[in-house]
């Protein structure tokens, strides 16, 4: 079966700069726009914003 296109692969990448990212699915219907998460970056030690990179 094939994956459906409503909840795509988004790569999450750390606004700190680190170079640190995160994988995970979104529900484009419900979240059009880029996610933007707070997620422990384990180069800085501490949470930080991690947004959509396309």
Known sequence: MARSTA??????????????TYVTRKNRQNDADRLVLRKYDPVVGKHVAFREER
């Open 7 to 20: 909840r795509p692969v988004v790569t999450l990448r750390s606004t700190a700069g680190t170079g640190v």
